[in-house]
Nanobody, 115 residues
């Protein structure tokens, strides 16, 4: 069973920042594409940010310019830096690893943006 372990969620005021972390097994981290998704209450899970072929990145339009996905290969960890947070960013954020039809998910971490 592959474990992706997320951390870093919490309550933050509008305009604030949070950094999410996702630690993965080295065997997964080195060859799988890593991504972040989120799911707000009553809504479908949506892609937030992802690494794609060649190490490029892809972002949802709603977070472009505010969120940054990055990785530390020595720590087998992927990050999501979230700045200028808005109430509509409130959701459970999930780490994802995918490759050739295989999909692994973390347990999710709650991010709440509220004053």
């Amino acid at each position: 069973q592959v474990q992706l372990v997320e951390s870093g969620g919490g309550l933050v005021q509008p305009g604030g920042s949070l950094r999410l972390s996702c630690a993965a097994p080295g065997s997964i981290f080195s060859i799988y594409f890593m991504a972040w998704y989120r799911q707000a209450p009553g809504k479908q899970r949506e892609l937030v940010a992802a690494f794609t072929v060649g190490g490029s990145t892809n972002y949802a339009n709603s977070v472009k310019g505010r969120f940054t996905i990055s990785r530390d290969n020595a720590k087998n960890t992927v990050y999501l830096q979230m700045n200028s947070l808005k109430p509509e960013d409130t959701a459970v954020y999930y780490c994802n690893a995918h490759r050739l039809g295989a999909n692994y998910w973390g347990q999710g971490t709650q991010v709440t943006v509220s004053s």
